[in-house]
């Protein structure tokens, strides 16, 4: 496995095991012991993720995460830890590094910013990189429902346009939290959002794609 991907596994494995099965999360109705099975299937049943991306599969995909979940929550915590099987594409660095490295990221930040208590995290200046390069190419696809225009900035003044249209909103912050709010988790995003009024609070009304 990849750096940036193994160190993300690791931190949401340790995380979820610190805050036990039934912490809340960001993630709408999951708690960790949800969100710990969603991990586990998503990485271990092809059969059964389809349904994240294809609606038909839906229920399958329920079906599936619910037995997950009623498995003892240290054996899915191991499973998250010990990585997928050797035969999963997922085992191959290139295919782990692409597909995980955000998807440990925010599923960690869900576990944590759920807490009262959170605090931002200081991501090392690699690390903010890459969330930047990840999100410059999904932000068009994250954002596609967006009803008004949008533009991340980043506190450099690195840009890209996730939404073309008017009026436009800029929303500024680090790469790890524009990757939160691009991932529907506006409100729990450390970022400042100018703009019209009216666009403003369009833009919060509307639900990301997420994960």
């Given at each position: 496995m990849s750096t940036h991907a193994k160190r993300e596994r690791l931190l949401l494995a340790d995380l979820l095991e610190a805050a036990g099965p039934d912490a809340l999360t960001l993630c709408d109705g999951w708690k960790t012991r949800?969100?710990?099975a969603h991990v586990v299937v998503r990485e271990r049943r092809p059969d059964a993720a389809a349904g994240i991306l294809i609606g038909p599969l839906r229920g399958r995909l329920e079906q599936v995460q619910?037995?997950?979940?009623s498995k003892p929550?240290?054996?899915l915590i191991q499973l998250i830890r010990t990585g997928p099987p050797r035969m999963s594409p997922y085992a191959i660095k290139q295919v782990d590094e692409g597909a995980n490295t955000v998807e440990f990221y925010v599923h960690a930040e869900d576990v944590r910013?759920?807490?009262p208590d959170w605090t931002p995290r200081e991501l090392d200046p690699v690390f903010a990189d890459a969330l930047w390069s990840r999100l410059e190419k999904a932000a068009r696809m994250l954002c596609r429902k967006v009803p008004v225009g949008l533009v991340l900035r980043?506190?450099?003044g690195q840009?890209?346009?996730?939404r073309r249209g008017t009026?436009?909103?800029t929303v500024t912050g680090e790469p790890g939290e524009l990757t939160m709010f691009?991932?529907?988790r506006q409100d729990a995003a450390r970022v400042d959002v100018e703009g019209d009024k009216d666009a403003v609070e369009r833009l919060h009304g509307t639900k990301q794609l997420g994960i």
């Open positions: 949800d969100l710990a619910a037995e997950y979940a929550y240290d054996e910013r759920a807490q980043r506190p450099n840009t890209t346009v996730a009026p436009v909103v691009a991932f529907g």
